[in-house]
C-alpha cells in the first residue's frame, strides 16, 4: 500500500520504491516524470484549442499521440491534470517574483516595474507554452 505525500504525481511504497497514482511500481522515475510533462504539454494544447469544459481525456490523450488508459496511468482526472498546469504557472510567476524582491529596499519603483514585467513575462510564456507546445 502506497504512504506518504505525492510528489509530481509519484509516492513512497511501504517498501520504499516510488508508486504512481494507480499504485503501480515505478522503475524509471526520470522517465514518468518526463512523461508526465509531455502530458501536461498536450493537455494544456488541448485546453487552448477547446477551453476546459469543452475539453476531455480523449482530445488530451489524441493530442499527446496516447491512449487515453495511459493518461490514466499518470493522472486520476483532467481536474487533476489542469491543476497541475495552474500550479505549475503559479509557480513560474513567484520564482520570478522572489527574483525582483531584493530590489524593493534600494528602489520600489524599479522593483515594480520589474515585478511587473516578470509577471506579464511568466504570463506570455504560459500562455505561448499552452497554445503552441
Not at 70 to 84: A, G, M, V
Amino acid at each position: 500500500m502506497a504512504t506518504g505525500q505525492p510528489k509530481r504525481g509519484l509516492m513512497v511504497a511501504a517498501q520504499g520504491g516510488p508508486v504512481g497514482v494507480r499504485g503501480h511500481r515505478v522503475r524509471d522515475v526520470a522517465k514518468a516524470e518526463e512523461r508526465r510533462r509531455e502530458i501536461l504539454s498536450g493537455a494544456a494544447r488541448a485546453f487552448a484549442r477547446s477551453g476546459y469544459d469543452a475539453t476531455n481525456m480523449d482530445q488530451i490523450a489524441h493530442q499527446c499521440g496516447l491512449a487515453k488508459g495511459h493518461i490514466y496511468h499518470y493522472f486520476r482526472s483532467k481536474e487533476e491534470i489542469f491543476t497541475e498546469i495552474r500550479v505549475d504557472a503559479v509557480s513560474r510567476a513567484i520564482d520570478a517574483l522572489v527574483a525582483v524582491a531584493p530590489l524593493v529596499d534600494n528602489d520600489p519603483e524599479l522593483a515594480l516595474r520589474k515585478a511587473v514585467a516578470a509577471v506579464i513575462a511568466s504570463a506570455f510564456l504560459a500562455a505561448s507554452a499552452t497554445a503552441f507546445l
